[in-house]
């Protein structure tokens, strides 16, 4: 295993050095991929960083948004023809009645435990409209997803930059091709002629 890990090194290294065999474009490849291996790891930081500031910025704009209501449930809930949620963790729809910031009076279905029954008071999430909204997530939610987005991003960055450095990369693979296939054209019928 050293043997092999020690070969790739030369193997990588050798473009760096002086070598009479060494073409521009060698010279040019090895440039190449320090600049993309460089812009990987940029584009990677940088990217994930921005879309998990992002997210973070998002998740505590959608919760500034949200407000906590007192509701007061209209049926019970155990009558409830809402059948229970599956999601909900036990819990049925119910209809529910609640006063909104500006004043205003809504109804609608929110989720309560199947034994609730008519007028009590249970706590749902609205938006300053006084509409229906998820709860706020919590502060480790937050910081889990954006981690998540952060990481996400940051890996689709450094894989589109790599990527790209692996297209120009091959583009100079092809180059050489072509040069040694002109040079075997010039060459190949001198060989020929000294071995017949």
Do not use: K
Request: net charge positive; proline share 3%.
């Amino acid at each position: 295993m050293t043997a092999r890990r020690s070969t790739t090194a030369q193997t990588c290294l050798w473009r760096w050095r002086r070598n009479p065999l060494r073409r521009r474009s060698d010279r040019a490849e090895a440039w190449i991929m320090l600049a993309t291996w460089l812009f990987v790891v940029l584009a990677g930081v940088f990217a994930g960083q921005g879309a998990a500031g992002a997210m973070r910025h998002a998740i505590a704009a959608r919760g500034a948004d949200s407000f906590a209501v007192r509701a007061v449930l209209t049926e019970n809930a155990a009558h409830s023809a809402q059948p229970v949620s599956e999601y909900g963790g036990g819990t049925v729809w119910a209809r529910a009645r609640w006063t909104a910031l500006d004043a205003s009076t809504h109804t609608g279905l929110v989720r309560v435990r199947p034994a609730e029954r008519a007028g009590t008071p249970v706590t749902v999430w609205t938006d300053r409209a006084g509409g229906l909204v998820t709860a706020p997530v919590t502060e480790a939610q937050a910081q889990r997803q954006a981690w998540l987005v952060g990481a996400l991003a940051g890996v689709c960055a450094a894989g589109g930059t790599w990527a790209c450095g692996r297209l120009v990369r091959g583009g100079l693979d092809r180059q050489r091709m072509a040069e040694w296939d002109r040079e075997w054209e010039r060459v190949g019928p001198r060989w020929r002629r000294t071995i017949g």
